[in-house]
């Protein structure tokens, strides 16, 4: 079937607008809701720009999974770690373009771009009525030079719009109040309008929340999102999508986020990497536009590109309640019903490669840890997994004898100790149902005489400020304050590990005694050494039992069975005392959210106040750079290109800079905590003057190259197998088996003019979408990774810095080789020939003479990826691009 996609009229309450259709192609019925705004996308091209896209419409009828697809998302979504890097390489990109001779006015935004910050934040202060407003000051303090540098263009950059720090998390307000759901753009040769399904991409992997509300995005690298900026589109493999049904409804005691660890389980366990998520069935009536969310936010948690809920009543009530005009949820529900975007109960079900049933009401509360979000567990099982967890992390048993006295305290410390407990995260605090469960549990435990133990360290930092009003409005704030959850901020701190500092003592007692602590959260992550570099175990749960673990002090007590504390009479407390039903629950939440919170809240959101006013700077074409700052530095991927990119060449001798297992995390990769003192970092701050207590963290030096090398391979959990029994960023120089920091052996081979390659087990790249995992690695010299498996994101950040991903084919793992690093590597079968999918050899030269063949498969997955490769990123593409527009196309080979 040939299609010539056409723009038609159409009336929305007496409206005239414009809109490609797509509810009249044979078959629609069957395509999953979000093929079908891939789909739109694709026939809009076509029909806007006369870009012929015949074979990517067919595949996408076809559904021919692993067919080049190039998709346009409508905006760019960031926060200010990748959104100020994506706008500082715009701003260098810029002024490489004029010192070559270029047209550096073309290099702009083209596509809306919002940047919120909300990644900067840190609980300094907490457990009192002033710690917002102190952490908002020291956030400010911190960081007024990268602020002002993102308010600079804000103001320089059409299109660029900036969200002041102290407002909430980015996917928060993305799902509040910044998505559409369907967009609407001018049609200037027209004089019309032209209706579209929203989209985005988001530098950040947890964008797929707005999927809970029917926009299709998801989250890319801070490269591909600058690509997406200058208005190149996304090139992906048509994804297989994978239908989830629901069925049943949720037991009461269970709560949202026992749901959505449970999905995160079962999904890691499915195998959904790269893949479309799409629920439906008689089940997702049941659950709110608050659970979808929490759900498609967990995406990354699994793996999945997108976690998509069609769209229905329930995020038109969704839209309501949050204040969007009321003209435009009309529009959003007839272009909707019209292109067969919408979903009620009598909707057919789509066709899925795989389907997979839920029964919502075999749902248990549950935990996740100690380090992964999948590691799901029934919370009765709690305090004996712990034993296990605890033998596996310290090598030994629990020892409940072992009692520590704290320097200055009243109380002792012991293994699985509670000393963080932080109801925190887009994930969790977004949804009504959650955080007004948390409220009651602490409303009826103060009512019951209960106190948070003295070594717990308790913050709240909801991801948006209605959050926070509704707590006050239903009258439940007061008893958090009384617990220790008096709200620390606005903004995403625990989860991206911005706890904060223990208390002195505590900390002196863990690092002395090599205790294993335990942190309780309500977020999305918990890998190794994100949340707090003391805590060696940190356990995800839903916001109400963060209050009951603050309560218990310990991950010991089975809060379950044992005793919480007493009443003022002596009478035990258990959690079934103190724990809501969901008819509280529900009756607290239609009083307490209301639309004109959203409203009056939403009408301030550009508004920072006097010191993000004291921000401003002169306009200009070109940015002031400062040499001596230690935050913002000019990057140097532009220095040294020519108009053509260097030949392909086969890798020869290539050293290995580390040897690692399955699942490596971009948080191993490029840490985002505090940067601790005998770290390539620290000395690199401490020679230019910066005290300790201004190191900051990792997260917020990314926009600088030195700090980000530096960081590269820096966790201090890290397992490199060239150097067993080692943890942190060590590797061993070859030939000599010197030990040696990962910076300093980079920079070893890099005087020696040796290249690099690592090699890796399943999942290399999982985690939190980062650039600087891809552009640390880059700079150290590498030019290959070989893995047994890569995560979506983080291999297209590869190609878009210019290094190689390469997959073992045939089974091969990373133990089968048994490698101790003195080996070295050519890459063989590499030419300007190579294309999507290449088969290729690494052959493995071991110290004994002996030589073993092993093959790959080049993981470029589309012929666009080709050409960001050979031209050694996106980012030198681009440049070339701007210089020479007809230089460098795209291949023509799809």
């Keep these: 079937m040939y299609l010539h996609p056409k723009l038609e009229p159409i009336q929305i309450h007496g409206r005239s607008f414009d809109y490609v259709p797509i509810h009249t192609i044979p ?38 999974v692993d067919a080049g697809i190039l998709f346009y998302p409508a905006r ?17 990109m810029r002024e490489a373009v004029h010192h070559a001779g270029g047209d550096a006015s073309q290099v702009r935004p083209t596509v809306p771009t919002d940047v919120v910050i909300d990644h900067s934040l840190q609980v300094d202060s907490w457990a009192n009525p002033l710690a917002a407003e102190i952490n908002l000051k020291k956030e400010y303090e911190r960081n007024a030079e990268r602020f002002a540098f993102l308010r600079w263009c804000g103001a320089n950059f059409e299109g660029v719009n900036v969200i002041p720090p102290g407002k909430g998390i980015m996917h928060q307000l993305h799902i509040e109040h910044i ?22 991409v988001g530098t950040d992997s947890h964008t797929p929340m707005v999927n809970g509300l029917g926009i299709l995005a998801w989250g890319v690298g801070g490269i591909e999102a600058e690509a997406v900026m200058v208005g190149l589109p996304v090139s992906m493999p048509l994804p297989e999508v994978v239908g989830i049904e629901l069925t049943g409804q949720l037991p009461n005691g269970v709560l949202p986020t026992d749901l959505v660890l449970t999905i995160t389980e079962q999904l890691r366990q499915l195998g959904v990497v790269g893949k479309f998520v799409e629920f439906f069935g008689a089940g997702l009536d049941q659950l709110s536009l608050g659970d979808r969310g929490m759900i498609a936010n967990m995406a990354p948690e699994y793996g999945a590109t997108v976690v998509f809920f069609p769209v229905d009543q329930q995020a038109l009530d969704y839209m ?24 009620d109960a009598t909707t057919p ?6 389907v997979l049933t839920i029964d919502l009401s075999a749902i248990r509360p549950s935990l996740s840890g100690p380090s992964n979000p999948e590691e799901r567990f029934d919370l009765k099982q709690a305090a004996s997994l712990f034993a296990q967890h605890h033998q596996h992390i310290a090598g030994r048993p629990v020892d409940m004898e072992r009692s520590i006295p ?14 963080i407990a932080a109801i925190t995260s887009c994930t969790n605090t977004a949804n009504p149902t959650n955080m007004i469960a948390a409220g009651l549990v602490a409303q009826k435990a103060v009512a019951k005489g209960l106190r948070t133990k003295p070594w717990v360290k308790t913050s709240l930092v909801p991801g948006s400020q209605v959050t926070a009003d509704v707590l006050q409005k239903a009258d439940l704030q007061a008893a958090l304050d009384q617990l220790g959850f008096q709200v620390a901020g606005f903004g995403c701190t625990t989860c991206n590990g911005g706890s904060g500092p223990l208390p002195t003592g505590i900390a002196q007692v863990i690092a002395e005694h090599d205790l294993v602590t335990t942190a309780v959260l309500s977020g999305n992550r918990n890998f190794d050494g994100r949340i707090h570099p003391s805590v060696r175990a940190n356990y995800l749960a839903s916001p109400a039992l963060v209050v009951v673990y603050a309560l218990a002090g310990s991950m010991n007590v089975n809060v379950t069975q044992d005793i919480l504390g007493h009443d003022p009479k002596g009478n035990p407390v258990y959690l079934k005392d103190i724990w809501p039903t969901a008819e509280e629950i529900e009756a607290t939440v239609r009083l307490a959210y209301d639309r004109q919170l959203f409203i009056q809240r939403y009408a301030e959101l550009y508004e920072g106040g006097e010191p993000w006013d004291a921000l401003a700077s002169e306009a200009g074409a070109t940015f002031n750079w400062d040499p001596d700052s230690h935050y913002i530095k000019k990057p140097p991927y532009f220095e040294g290109l020519g108009l053509v990119p260097e030949p392909v060449k086969a890798f020869h001798q290539l050293r290995p800079l580390v040897i690692l297992g399955d699942s490596i995390t971009t948080d191993h990769i490029s840490p985002s905590g505090a940067i601790s003192l005998g770290t390539p970092a620290a000395d690199y701050l401490l020679a230019r003057g910066v005290e300790q207590k201004d190191f900051n963290n990792y997260t917020t030096r990314r926009a600088n190259h030195e700090i980000v090398m530096r960081a590269t391979f820096a966790n201090i959990r890290l397992r490199n197998k060239m150097v067993p029994g080692i943890e942190g960023g060590v590797t061993k120089v070859m030939p000599e088996g010197e030990l040696m920091r990962i910076f300093e052996a980079a920079q070893t081979y890099q005087q020696r003019g040796e290249s690099l390659i690592i090699i890796a087990g399943k999942n290399y790249g999982c985690g939190s979408s980062r650039d600087s995992a891809a552009k640390g690695v ?12 890569f995560e979506r994101i983080h291999r297209t950040n590869l190609v878009g810095m210019g290094v190689l991903p390469l997959q073992f084919t045939a089974g091969t793992t990373v133990d089968d080789l048994a490698l101790d690093g003195s080996e070295t590597f050519d890459v063989l079968g590499l030419s300007d020939r190579i294309g999507v999918h290449s088969r290729l050899t690494l052959r493995i030269h071991r110290q004994d003479g002996s030589t073993q063949d092993v093959p790959l498969l080049a993981r470029l997955d ?16 681009v440049w070339r691009n701007y210089l020479q527009p007809d230089a460098a196309p795209v291949s023509e080979d799809k």
């Design 179 to 200: 998505g559409q759901v369907v967009g609407a753009t001018p049609l200037q040769d027209k004089g019309a309008t032209l209706l579209f399904p929203d989209s985005c």
């Design 76 to 92: 760019v979504f960031g926060h200010d770690i990748l959104g100020l890097v994506m706008l500082l390489d715009m701003v260098a």
């Design 778 to 789: 880059a700079m150290l010299g590498v030019k290959a990774v070989v893995a047994e498996s």
């Design 320 to 343: 309501r309640m949050t204040g969007r005009d009321e003209a435009h949820i009309q529009l959003v529900e007839a272009y909707c019903k019209q292109q067969k975007l919408w979903r």
């Design 406 to 419: 704290v320097p200055g305290e009243t109380f002792t410390l012991k293994d699985g100790d509670v000393v």
């Design 349 to 354: 079900a789509p066709r899925f490669e795989t």
């Design 862 to 877: 589309t012929v666009e990826d080709v050409d960001y490769w050979k031209n050694g990123g996106i980012l030198p593409w």
């Design 27 to 64: 078959g629609i019925d069957q395509l999953p809701f979000s093929l079908r705004i891939v789909l739109e996308n694709v026939l809009r091209q076509t029909a806007t720009k006369g870009i012929d896209n015949h074979r990517e419409i067919q595949a996408i009828l076809n559904r021919d």
